[in-house]
């Protein structure tokens, strides 16, 4: 199956075909940080055909010496801004965060396999 993404060191695989079907859990759910990096603003920026300066005020906050994305209060829910629930995708898919890329290989599910399966379909067992 070449479908499935494996890692080392993680005790589970990722199947990306479940993104169809999850309605971008994980990109909205409980508030977080998505944190973006100076070459990812100026990326987006450019991805978006906006001034970076613009770009930083519509669409970032500073958290301590880091910049995030800011996220859209949805009900009792919140969601990146440039998530897309009618195409149930990402806006800036192309220019997206080294954080967002990298999902769901996280440090932090190594040891929380479980907690990661409710939030993403696309979990299975190796």
Do not use: H
């Not at 898919?93 to 696309?122: I, M, N, S």
């Amino acid at each position: 199956m070449s479908d499935i993404i494996k890692q080392d060191g993680f005790p589970y695989a990722f199947t990306p075909s479940a993104c169809e079907t999850c309605e971008g859990r994980c990109c909205t759910g409980e508030s977080g940080y998505i944190y973006v990096t100076k070459s990812e603003i100026f990326a987006i920026a450019d991805l978006l055909e906006m001034d970076v300066n613009d770009f930083a005020i519509k669409y970032l906050f500073k958290k301590g010496y880091k910049y995030s994305i800011k996220e859209n209060k949805v009900g009792d829910s919140y969601e990146c801004v440039f998530y897309d629930k009618e195409s149930n995708g990402c806006q800036i898919y192309k220019a997206r965060p080294t954080q967002c890329k990298t999902f769901p290989f996280w440090d932090y599910f190594k040891t929380r396999v479980d907690e990661l399966k409710e939030e993403c379909p696309g979990i299975v067992d190796v």
